[in-house]
């Protein structure tokens, strides 16, 4: 089997504690060469501007292909532009745009009266620039907000119409569940690359309550087992075990890029890597 492209997501430290954290992740992670890095922007857009700072930071710092979070939450569409053009200017071509989360304590997003009213008028603004790579989120189960798994096979429809030209999912537990997804989105016209989204799950109780709030469903036997393995002291292994079986189906069924949600945590996701034959290739790169 060949190893697959791997790409890994980041987000911005909120403290000289978490800057060196993030550095030793990039550190750690960087050698296996990954197609892009991503740097999240926080809920509400809380991160903004250190969201643009670790962006410009991996950058300049270590050469990778650093994809910058962009959101509509709580900006104008001037002020959210201007971030774009910041990205630019420093050599960052890459975006993963979205809608954003609501602020802290609200239930449903509301657009700024300025701003962008969803992910596709932003889409479409900075793929009328000409400037960037547009990626975008994708749910392979139902989101909270839609009707039903088919309008956000819909919506992914009208992403890719405005300009976007990949997907990254949320996360999933079961291979089959991504594989469906992809099957819906071709017969559905959608001929982008869909990325599948892996979480190592660094943490079982925080990664299950994760899954209740983004609507991922989590099978009874993965509750199971790992609820054994934290009795037995088996968590980290077990995790590692099941992530790699399911990235390893993924790839038997022509998946070709993964991308890691790596909560700032290099170990498990080296591990996964080697185990599919995602080895170091080069050290990390300064860039003077």
């Known amino acids: 089997m060949k190893p697959p492209h791997v790409s890994f997501e980041f987000f911005p430290p909120k403290s000289l504690e978490a800057s060196f954290r993030l550095w030793d992740t990039v550190h750690a992670l960087a050698p296996l060469e990954p197609r892009f890095v991503s740097v999240t922007y926080g809920a509400g857009g809380t991160t903004r501007e250190l969201t643009r700072d670790a962006v410009r930071t991996l ?16 900006a104008t569409r001037e002020e959210t532009l201007a971030i774009a053009h910041d990205f630019k200017a420093a050599g960052v071509s890459e975006i993963v745009a979205l809608r954003g989360d609501p602020p ?59 300009g976007a030209s990949e997907a990254i999912t ?16 071709v017969k559905a ?27 991922t469903r989590t099978p009874a036997w993965v509750a199971e087992a790992f609820e054994k393995a934290m009795r037995d002291d088996r968590h980290d292994l077990l995790a ?35 185990a599919l034959g995602v080895m170091p290739k080069t050290q990390l790169r300064h860039v003077a």
């Open 189 to 215: 016209g959608i001929d982008i690359p869909i990325i599948p989204g892996v979480l190592p799950i660094e943490n079982w109780r925080g990664a299950r309550k994760f899954a209740q709030a983004c609507g």
């Open 240 to 274: 590692t075990a099941l992530a790699t079986e399911l990235c390893s189906d993924l790839l038997e069924n022509g998946v070709e890029h993964l991308h890691f949600y790596t909560l700032n945590k290099p170990d498990l996701t080296r591990d996964i890597c080697h």
């Open 59 to 74: 950058h300049g710092a270590t050469g990778l292909n650093v994809a910058a979070h962009l959101t509509c939450v709580d």
């Open 104 to 162: 802290k304590g609200s239930t449903r997003f509301t657009p700024h009266p300025q701003g962008f009213t969803d992910s596709c008028e932003l889409i479409a603004a900075l793929a009328d620039t000409g400037d960037f790579t547009i990626r975008v989120g994708a749910y392979p189960e139902t989101h909270p907000e839609a009707a039903d798994g088919q309008a956000d096979i819909d919506w992914l429809k009208r992403k890719v119409d405005a």
């Open 170 to 185: 949320q996360f999933f537990f079961e291979a089959e569940t991504f594989l469906r997804f992809r099957d819906a989105c």
